[in-house]
């Protein structure tokens, strides 16, 4: 008797056996899907399901739900029979994962979503699931991750043609954005100052601005404001890649370190000078190698896994039953 054959019969055992409920009639749980000797149940796809489908009754009209309803559900049962095999697989090769490598995870999670015990409680309620089951999830996804490495990393290396190959090919990936040092003079009249208004100001501060010595640096502009009673301020702005400032700003790149920019905002007019610019520049090979290894090795990988999971899927033995 085959391998498929044996697992077939087993499954059907899991089925006779299963702890399926009735009540009056009514099914609790049932299996939807059997993977070699173990089952799925569905309650298992509506508990992952359940919050796709939510989005999916919150953005579509009532005549379009149904069909897409359905084609989440089936998106997941897809999704809950391939983590079944990574983790029947990993199961075989021996893979376990300590208590304290997911009490880790966990409080990294906590940590990037900055969530506190209580927080974190909470949250578990609201999706409806208990602290033990995410315990669970989380090893099930560390398990199939050290899985996925297993497979991977010995099938995979790069030549140091491949890896200049690809910073070459991909140069601007790699460039450095240059920066400005600015300073400035920010003229903006307290609006209700009735004294000034900024249409009032604007040819006194071009003029200002325009006869300016060569000599003279933003310190000497803003005490000529200051004679001529125009309100401003004298700040340093720091430094400012291209794409950190507002589009009036960008002018600021096509100058030179110590030259000057008049700026007019909504409310607001910016005398700019330039105190140091640093141009663009490209991270050397030898710096990038390490990020080429990074983004290659994940190209490879996906590639690599995708082909092993359809491998486990031939070999299996996967019967998927009605979802409705």
């Known amino acids: 008797m085959n391998l498929k054959r044996i697992k077939f019969f087993t499954a059907i055992l899991i089925f006779i056996c299963s702890g399926t409920s009735l009540s009056r009639g009514e099914i609790i749980d049932r299996i939807i899907a059997i993977v070699n000797d173990e089952s799925i149940t569905l309650n298992e796809l509506k508990r992952d399901a359940a919050p796709l489908i939510f989005e999916v009754k919150s953005r579509y009209p009532l005549?379009?739900?149904?069909q897409r309803v359905k084609e989440?559900?089936?998106?997941?049962?897809?999704e809950l029979v391939k983590e079944k095999l990574q983790l029947q697989k990993a199961k075989e090769l021996g893979i376990t994962v300590s208590e304290e490598s997911i009490s880790s995870a966990i409080e990294e999670q906590k940590k990037i979503y900055s969530l506190s015990e209580e927080q974190f409680q909470e949250s578990l309620k609201k999706d409806n699931i208990t602290f033990f089951q995410y315990r669970q999830k989380i090893r099930d996804q560390i398990t199939i991750i050290t899985l996925m490495n297993h497979v991977v990393k010995?099938?995979?290396?790069?030549?140091?043609?491949e890896l200049k190959d690809y910073y070459d090919s991909n140069i601007d990936y790699f460039r450095i954005q240059g920066t400005v040092h600015?300073?400035?003079i920010l003229i903006k009249p307290d609006v209700e100052d009735k004294k000034f208004s900024l249409a009032d100001l604007e040819s006194k501060i071009y003029k200002i601005f325009n006869e300016r010595k060569s000599y003279e640096g933003l310190a000497d502009i803003a005490d000529r404001l200051e004679k001529e009673g125009i309100p401003s301020r004298l700040t340093d702005m720091g430094f400012y890649r291209k794409d950190e400032m507002a589009p009036e700003f960008a002018t600021a790149f096509?100058?030179?370190s110590g030259d000057f920019a008049i700026v007019k905002g909504a409310s607001s007019y910016h005398i700019l000078k330039v105190l140091e610019k640093v141009k663009d520049t490209i991270k050397p090979f030898s710096d990038a190698k390490d990020q080429i290894e990074?983004?290659?090795y994940?190209?490879?990988r996906d590639k690599i896994y995708q082909d092993y999971l359809k491998e486990l899927e031939e070999n299996a033995y996967i019967e998927k039953k009605d979802i409705d």
Not at 63 to 66: F, I
Not at 154 to 161: A, E, H, L, V, Y
């Open 254 to 256: 096509s100058l030179n």
């Open 182 to 184: 600015l300073q400035q």
């Open 72 to 78: 989440v559900k089936e998106k997941v049962l897809a």
């Open 298 to 300: 994940n190209k490879k």
């Open 63 to 66: 005549e379009e739900q149904k």
């Open 294 to 296: 990074e983004i290659l």
């Open 154 to 161: 010995p099938k995979i290396f790069f030549t140091s043609k």
